[in-house]
């Protein structure tokens, strides 16, 4: 049996997902800290929901970081010991209010080196790619707006995958 329950209006808000991914990655053999930066940009105020930091076997650590329009600057998310084996989702208790014009910057650093157990070629350049012996820098995150607001204009710009907006 499957029950459902037809609301009586439109709901007042909509549920999105966005991500913040770098696809022109390059990691140098043997480097053991190479990094990269994504970025993404609100075009319209969020409230933000979640975020989920996602690399490959060389991932190291990521940190992503609001600069406000105000100028303000604020880590919201730190993770200094990144493992594959944990995709983590990390939820806000109660969702972060980004203004428009927000900007969220990721940063991730990898261990392309001999000393990196999880590395399955520290002789090889590594690219963007879906399979696990490549490289990722992409957070998929999931932000609320009003329901009136129109999806391709909430990413203003920046590098991101999917979601909303155009760079």
């Known amino acids: 049996m499957v029950g459902l329950e ?43 929901v979640y975020m989920q930091p996602h690399m490959h076997l060389r991932g190291k650590d990521m940190k992503i970081d609001a600069q406000y329009p105000t100028g303000e600057k ?10 594959f084996n944990w ?6 208790k109660t969702p972060l209010h980004f203004p428009r014009g927000t ?15 999880w590395n399955p070629d520290p002789k090889a350049t590594v690219h963007w790619g879906d ?9 998929p995150m999931a932000v609320i707006v009003d329901r009136t607001v129109d999806p391709k204009t909430v990413v203003s710009q920046g590098n991101f995958a999917g979601g909303a907006g155009a760079q």
């Open 6 to 48: 037809l609301a009586s209006a439109p709901p007042k808000r909509r549920f999105m997902s966005v991500t913040a991914a770098q696809t022109n990655l390059t990691i140098a053999p043997g480097d053991p800290n190479a990094e990269a930066k994504a970025t993404l940009r609100f075009g319209q105020p969020v409230d933000f």
């Open 74 to 83: 604020e880590t919201i998310l730190d993770v200094p010991r990144y493992d």
């Open 87 to 92: 995709q983590i989702v990390y939820y806000e």
């Open 103 to 117: 900007t969220l910057e990721l940063t991730a650093h990898w261990d392309n080196s001999l000393n990196n157990k």
């Open 131 to 139: 399979q696990s012996w490549q490289e990722m820098l992409a957070a």
